[in-house]
């Protein structure tokens, strides 16, 4: 036998499975997928040569006397400055090629720069890096 709560009840569960079918669709279709990222973002690194001045973050972006002090010890932080005025931070790709980059023999030189510049970071990953002599 059939009670008027249990025929409420069927159609009070359908309309609320339904809502939230209805609900999740478009939440579910709006995430973006980590390989969509990947093929958007990672694709559009490039390699390629840049020219341009080191300068370091701390003693000439800020140079305060701790920051002096950091650059005397610990050596430089270095960004690329290049002459159309962009400006790009600087990793090596190696530990030896980061040390390089930070030398102070190389603090507000012109250098020449080769590796991969990825645009949403701004940033490029140094695979090999040359003073330029004129």
Not at 88 to 98: N, W
Request: hydrophobic residues 35%; glycine residues 8%; proline residues 6%.
């Amino acid at each position: 036998m059939k009670t008027a709560t249990s025929s409420v009840r069927r159609p009070a569960v359908l309309t609320i499975v339904g809502g939230l079918l209805l609900w999740l669709s478009p939440v579910v279709a709006q995430q973006p997928m980590v390989s969509d990222m990947l093929q958007r973002y990672g694709s559009s690194s490039a390699v390629g040569e840049y020219q341009g001045a080191l300068y370091c973050l701390r003693c000439n972006f800020s140079p305060t006397p701790e920051n002096l002090a950091t650059c005397d010890t610990d050596g430089h932080e270095h960004f690329l400055l290049m002459k159309d005025g962009h400006v790009h931070p600087l990793y090596g790709i190696t530990k030896d090629i980061g040390d390089k980059i930070n030398a102070r023999e190389l603090h507000e030189k012109q250098v020449k720069i080769r590796g991969r510049y990825y645009p949403v970071a701004n940033a490029i990953l140094v695979s090999q890096i040359e003073p330029v002599t004129h």
